[in-house]
């Protein structure tokens, strides 16, 4: 059975760091992409960062790049999103999620997510 | 890609069918999926491929369309469908969201 178990949320004040994990079983982790989704509150999906199988190409939307930093480790079939500089409109619900093969590809798995906010 | 969800909310019965429709701002091909989202559980692919139903999935979910506009129904609904919905689409970087279907109980 796949499983995708989100930790590291919290509490954090505005501009400082917060790394997420993901700890991901049930598969053979580095057949495939890795991604966060977020959802800020009351608030519909968002895409994050994808990672590439070998953690050699990572992709972000605007919104966070430059910010945020997605890694992995294949060996500890684990999943990262190092966050910085953190906003207030940075406040979500974080959701780790396995794509398929490919990059273009759905979210065929997700994990119950962790919760971010940022406030001071 | 914007992809525009409606209806947002929708009251319907146990037994009835249900139609949500979901709008991309350009062609995405048939590269769009279907997601369910309950309290308290992980989000679920219910179909890819516009219309291709995830193992699992019961088979009283469609998944209709092509280019720019898709359709999920959902025949017979059980108590168990009273969800939130969501489409997306992955033909091209960002991958993007529609808005969100709350399907509750009439």
């Known amino acids: 059975e796949v499983q995708l178990v989100e930790s590291g949320g919290g509490l954090v004040q505005p501009g400082r760091s917060l790394k997420l994990s993901c700890a991901a079983s049930?598969?053979?982790?580095?057949?495939?992409?890795m991604a966060w989704v977020r959802q800020a509150p009351k608030k519909g999906l968002e895409w994050v960062a994808t990672?590439?199988?070998?953690?050699?190409?990572?992709y972000y939307p605007d919104s966070v790049k430059g910010r945020f930093t997605i890694s992995r480790d294949n060996a500890k079939s684990s999943l990262y999103l190092q966050m910085n500089s953190l906003k207030s409109e940075d406040t979500a619900t974080y959701y780790c999620?396995?794509?398929?093969?490919?990059?273009?590809?759905?979210?065929?798995?997700w994990g119950q997510g962790t919760l971010v906010t940022v406030s001071s | 890609v914007q992809m525009t969800q409606s209806p947002s909310y929708l009251a319907a019965s146990p037994g009835e069918s249900v139609s949500i429709s979901c709008k991309a701002s350009?062609?995405?091909?048939?590269?769009l999926a279907w997601y369910q989202e309950k309290p308290g559980k992980a989000n679920k692919l219910l179909i890819h491929?516009?219309?291709t139903l995830q193992s699992g999935t019961p088979s009283r979910f469609s998944g209709s369309g092509s280019g720019t506009d898709f359709t999920l129904t959902i025949r017979s609904l059980e108590s168990e469908d009273f969800a939130v919905y969501y489409c997306?689409?992955?033909?091209?970087?960002?991958?993007?969201f529609g808005g969100g279907t709350k399907l509750e109980l009439k």
């Open positions: 999620a396995r794509h398929g093969g490919i990059l273009r590809a759905p979210f065929a798995y």
């Open positions: 049930g598969f053979t982790f580095s057949n495939y992409y």
């Open positions: 990672i590439s199988t070998s953690g050699s190409r990572t």
């Open positions: 350009k062609s995405i091909s048939n590269n």
């Open positions: 491929s516009g219309s």
């Open positions: 997306q689409q992955y033909n091209e970087y960002p991958p993007t």
